[in-house]
């Protein structure tokens, strides 16, 4: 079982088209834009965050990329920095491994090159995570734009190749400030002995001391976007919520 005492907050800055967004259920088209990403990425850190969530939404969705700019923000932190979006190639990796990133998040390459996830989970060990971003049971590549197989199913192969960690997210929650999906992560939890990360729906406080409730069955942090952009609190309440 992980032994993390406290959940650790992991603010998100989404980054598309050279811009900080969100987006609702991951929708492309969805976006409401929070300006600069770097100048956000700060907010967070002078905020006192330890981690930073940081997503090429562009490269997620094949729109293109923003890898200069993800990188500057990436290198520019004093912070770690979990690092994903069209990372699914030995190219894409070492680039996003290049930034200093303390590890990066796998989506769409689990699903449709399994070998190759296997073969960097061997080479990298937990700088490698694994994004099951989820519909109901199944799991959604592709800027969550495609089906690509059971939740359970993959997870079973993930943990038989060593991957570390999971960062789980409820797609139906994501961006809606409607909370968390607990019975999802319980369940997941269950079915793995590898920390989580929780994504998707953090609307409150109360939402963040639900999650911190579930360190002890297994999830060890929280992404938190929407609601820290909406201001329906600050990252210091919420660090200090979970403390
Ligand atoms: O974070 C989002 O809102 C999001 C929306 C749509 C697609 C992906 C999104 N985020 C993250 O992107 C990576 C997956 O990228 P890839 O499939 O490896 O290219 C994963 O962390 C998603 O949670």
Not at 157 to 177: F, H, M, P, Q, W
Not at 195 to 220: C, H
Not at 234 to 239: G, S
């Amino acid at each position: 079982m992980p032994n993390a005492s406290k959940l650790e907050l992991l603010p998100a800055v989404d980054v598309r088209d050279g811009q900080a967004v969100r987006l609702v259920h991951g929708e492309s088209g969805s976006e409401t834009s929070y300006g600069d990403p770097l100048e956000a990425a700060l907010a967070w850190q002078r905020a006192g965050a330890e981690w930073l969530h940081l997503v090429d939404l562009d490269a997620a969705f094949g729109t293109g990329d923003n890898r200069a700019q993800i990188a500057e923000v990436a290198r520019t932190m004093d912070i770690k920095v979990e690092l994903s979006g069209g990372i699914r190639d030995d190219d894409t990796l070492a680039a996003a491994l290049a930034t200093g990133c303390r590890r990066v998040n796998l989506g769409t390459a689990a699903l449709e090159t399994p070998e190759w996830v296997a073969k960097v989970i061997a080479e990298h060990g937990d700088k490698i995570a694994v994004g099951l971003d989820v519909r109901g049971t199944t799991l959604r590549g592709r800027g969550w734009t495609r089906d690509g197989g059971d939740l359970y199913e993959t997870l079973a192969r993930l943990d038989s190749e060593g991957c570390a960690r999971y960062v789980v997210t409820d797609i139906n929650k994501d961006g809606t400030l409607q909370g968390p999906n607990v019975e999802l992560l319980r369940n997941v939890c269950a079915a793995t002995d590898r920390p989580v990360v929780a994504s998707g729906g953090v609307s409150s406080l109360d939402d963040l001391r639900v999650l911190a409730s579930l360190v002890p069955e297994g999830v060890e942090g929280a992404i938190v976007g929407k609601a820290l952009y909406a201001k329906a609190f600050t990252l210091e309440e919420a660090l200090a919520a979970v403390s």
